[in-house]
């Protein structure tokens, strides 16, 4: 089993950036696929990024294209997510989540999720 845990999340005021991480433990992650993916209030969760096992390959929603970008640590078991000049919009519980196999953004086949980290940006 894998349990993924979310840190970072907050409150910042537009244009600004935050910063999170998905610590996983039960085994080493190194060969999942690691996503981001976010649902606001009353919206279906919606994919934001992905990144492969390796690191090599990574996939970004068009609406986060050139503001975030996803990392991983694989030595320390860690997914990241930094994301700048944020927007409004933006405002969402963000979710890390893994699974064997390439990056889909369909959420429905990531098998293991974490529990999720507020992220809320004041206009």
């Known amino acids: 089993q894998v349990q993924l845990v979310e840190s970072g999340g907050g409150l910042v005021q537009a244009g600004g950036s935050l910063s999170l991480s998905c610590v996983a433990s039960g085994r080493s992650v190194s060969s999942y696929t690691a996503g981001w993916f976010r649902q606001a209030p009353g919206k279906e969760r919606e994919f934001v990024a992905g990144?492969?096992?390796?690191?090599?390959?990574?996939l970004y929603a068009d609406s986060v294209k050139g503001r975030f970008t996803i990392s991983r640590d694989n030595a320390k078991n860690t997914m990241f997510l930094q994301m700048n000049s944020l927007k409004p919009e933006d405002t969402a519980v963000y979710y890390c989540?893994?699974?064997?196999?390439?990056?889909?953004?369909?959420?429905?086949?990531?098998?293991?999720w974490g529990q999720g980290a507020q992220v809320t940006v004041s206009s």
């Open positions: 990144i492969t096992g390796s690191g090599i390959n990574v």
């Open positions: 989540a893994a699974r064997v196999g390439p990056i889909t953004m369909s959420s429905g086949l990531y098998r293991y």
